[in-house]
């Protein structure tokens, strides 16, 4: 069954860097697009960042020349790398696979951004 696990969040202090990542398993990884969203406290789930299989890529305005996604194919793993990270930036991040019209996500990793 698919499975994704993500990892990497922390405290940060604002203008800072993280870098979350992501496991997948349980189907053919470099087939499907891969995405992050965020929910920060009191907020519906948010998109974030986008990558297709073929390593194109979409952000959503807030975060555009702040977040690169990426991925390893290799090793069925996406990466969100976050510089000048904002108070506004705190939030639960999940990643997301879409199959079939089902969304999957994983438990989420949280990042704090403060001093």
């Known amino acids: 069954q698919v499975q994704l696990v993500e990892s990497g969040g922390a405290l940060v202090e604002p203008g800072g860097a993280q870098r979350l990542s992501c496991a997948a398993s349980?189907?053919?990884?470099?087939?499907?697009?891969m995405s992050w969203y965020r929910q920060a406290p009191g907020k519906q789930r948010a998109f974030v960042a986008w990558?297709?299989?073929?390593?194109?890529?979409r952000y959503t305005d807030s975060v555009k020349g702040r977040f690169t996604i990426s991925r390893d194919n290799a090793k069925n793993t996406v990466h969100l790398q976050m510089n000048s990270l904002r108070p506004e930036d705190t939030a639960v991040y999940y990643c997301?696979?879409?199959?079939?019209?089902?969304?999957?996500w994983g438990q989420g990793t949280q990042v704090t951004v403060s001093s």
């Open positions: 997301n696979v879409v199959q079939t019209g089902r969304f999957y």
């Open positions: 349980g189907f053919a990884f470099d087939n499907y697009g």
């Open positions: 990558i297709r299989p073929d390593g194109s890529t």
